[in-house]
């Protein structure tokens, strides 16, 4: 018999790799976590999600914090605003005056297509903006403090500003440079920017614990997104951190949004682990969740599945990529988000 080629032997093991099913990530456990308690956070991309996740369920979303972030439906489904106006603004660009943005919500939640916004005046708003920021300009979270303060009374809203951040997670001692834009977009900015927003949207907290004790758990992200996650730029898999203590009893829900460029199929685990979320979940009974993107540059296959988006940073949809009800409890990102939460609040599996 005449021996096989190393070509053909690659073939044959390429062919069979193909056909073997890849390991199964684990489901999303139940924990039975207060949801009435969720609150969310984002940079970046991630700001703008945390905000229309806010707005969208604001019944169940008791308070946000943005880095980096502008008002809810700035980009009004246009690629063109949100790289410009919403980010930007210039001359040519301005950004969509507050008003408009706000009468554009109002709109929406007449229509029931997020929750009512009187729903926003028991909820609590943390923002942060970085003067050397390069990408979001401070103007744009200014828009967004005015925007919250049409909703939400005085006590409950706050900006912090740095004249020496740029534009990433801002921590007390992980990633590059405070002043700098580049990956993993974790700046060293001697700030906990993650306790700091915690406190303020959940009240005073204990310290943060000296070492996390609790897990990090990798699950099936696909289960939410109607089997389908990159179809809608979401990765298969998400992470999760869940303390010890909330293996065993029921605790408040945090939400981390990456920005773009900032999942794991761009820098691995950094902001998993290092955003400066999981120690104060460890001393103050939080699940942080961690949901994941991907980046897609057009048409593209899945299990025999055709869909085409245009996201090649791997950014959250805040313009559209996903649909015209991106902003709104329809939108696919949002319910798959939600999704998640209300599973973590699903009672235990004794």
Known sequence: MRPLSRITCLAAVAALAAATPALATDPLPAYGANVAETTVSGISSGGYMAVQFHVAHSKVVKGVGVLAGGPYYCAQG???????NCTRPGRWTPL??????????????????????????ATRVWLFSGGRDEVVQPSVVEALERFYRRFVPAPGVTLVRN?????????????????????????????????????????????PAAKESGRILRFDQKAFAGGDAFAISMADSGFVYVPRSCESEPCRVH????????????????????????RWADSN??????????????????????????????????????????????????????????????????
């Open 163 to 207: 004249p020496y951040a740029g534009h990433g997670m801002i921590t007390l001692d992980a990633g590059v440079a405070c002043d700098l834009t580049a990956a993993p977009y974790l700046n060293d900015c001697d700030y906990d920017a993650a306790g700091e927003l915690l406190a303020f949207l959940l009240g005073a907290l204990e310290p």
């Open 96 to 121: 969509p005056s507050v008003e408009m943005l706000a009468a554009e919500a109002e709109a929406l939640a007449r229509g029931e297509l997020i929750d009512p916004l009187a729903g926003l005046a």
């Open 285 to 350: 009974r939080l699940i942080v969740l961690y949901p994941q993107t991907i980046a897609r540059n057009g048409a593209g296959f899945q299990g025999f599945r055709w869909s085409f988006v245009f996201n090649p940073r791997g950014c959250w949809d805040w313009w559209g990529y996903t649909g015209p009800q991106y902003a709104t409890k329809a939108g696919p990102q949002i319910r798959a988000v939600k999704a998640m939460v209300d599973r973590l609040a699903a009672p235990r599996v004794r």
């Open 255 to 278: 939400v981390a949004l990456h920005g773009c460029r900032m999942s794991v199929e761009a820098i691995g685990e950094k902001f998993v682990r290092e955003a400066g979320y999981n």
């Open 78 to 84: 246009n690629l063109w605003t949100a790289t410009n």
